[in-house]
């Protein structure tokens, strides 16, 4: 069975500094998607950044990249020069290509501080 | 992309009664979810919905307490049936575009 797992449950980080979020997952699917959300208090679910297991590069967008590490299943997010915006909940996912269907981990909430 | 948008975005309601939350997408797609999520909770897939259709489900969610529509393309309801504070949640509306996963604004639910 498909699995996501995010240890962290609160993290904090200095304004500037860069922030590394955990995300271990499990899978037998050969083929697969990671993605990573941010979620504000708002509620709203945020398109952050996408891996797909046969990418050779990691993924990159803007301040935010995703270090992938496939025989380790790991996909942790890293977020440059945070910002007090940044400050939300962020949740790591997988979908598997045949199914479609995407799970979710617990969650990490991130606190940027001024 | 995708834009989705959904009605209503929150509301209160009386236990027993039922909601029906309505999901909009600015294009055709073929696939569309719907999700809850309740308070200080991840997302829980409820069911999947394809037009012309019946929604599939996920274990622990059934079509009684969560009835869904997908008339055509572009829309899509959930009710939320019979409901009780357990149902206190957000529920979100998704799709599939490009192989990313765009969600609707969500719809607070508060039961009372």
């Known amino acids: 069975a498909q699995k996501i797992t995010q240890t962290q449950p609160g993290m904090f980080v200095q304004e500037k500094e860069a922030v590394t979020l955990d995300c271990t997952y499990d899978?037998?699917?050969?083929?697969?998607?990671l993605f990573w959300y941010k979620q504000p208090s708002s509620g709203e679910m945020i398109f952050l950044i996408y891996?797909?297991?046969?990418?050779?590069q990691n993924a990159t967008e803007g301040r935010y990249s995703l270090n992938f590490q496939k025989a380790r299943k790991s996909a942790n997010l890293v977020i440059s020069a945070s910002q007090l915006g940044d400050s939300a909940m962020y949740f790591c996912?997988?979908?598997?290509?045949?199914?479609?269907?995407?799970?979710f981990g617990a969650g990490t909430r991130l606190f940027v501080k001024a | 992309s995708a834009v989705i948008s959904q009605k209503p975005s929150r509301d209160i309601c009386q236990r027993g009664t039922s909601l029906t939350i309505q999901c909009q997408v600015d294009?055709?797609?073929?696939?569309m979810f719907w999700y809850r999520q309740q308070p200080g909770q991840s997302l829980t897939l409820i069911a999947t919905?394809?037009?012309?259709?019946?929604?599939?489900?996920e274990s622990g969610f059934v079509i009684d307490k969560f009835p869904i529509s997908r008339p055509n393309l572009t829309f899509s309801t959930l009710t939320v049936s019979n409901m009780s504070p357990e149902d206190s949640s957000i529920y979100l509306c998704?799709?599939?575009?490009?192989?990313?996963?765009?969600f609707g604004p969500g719809t607070r639910l508060t039961v009372t």
């Open positions: 998704s799709v599939d575009a490009d192989y990313e996963q765009y």
């Open positions: 899978t037998s699917d050969p083929s697969y998607g």
């Open positions: 891996q797909g297991s046969y990418d050779q």
């Open positions: 996912a997988m979908r598997d290509t045949g199914g479609f269907k995407t799970i």
């Open positions: 294009s055709q797609v073929t696939m």
């Open positions: 919905a394809n037009q012309g259709s019946e929604a599939t489900y």
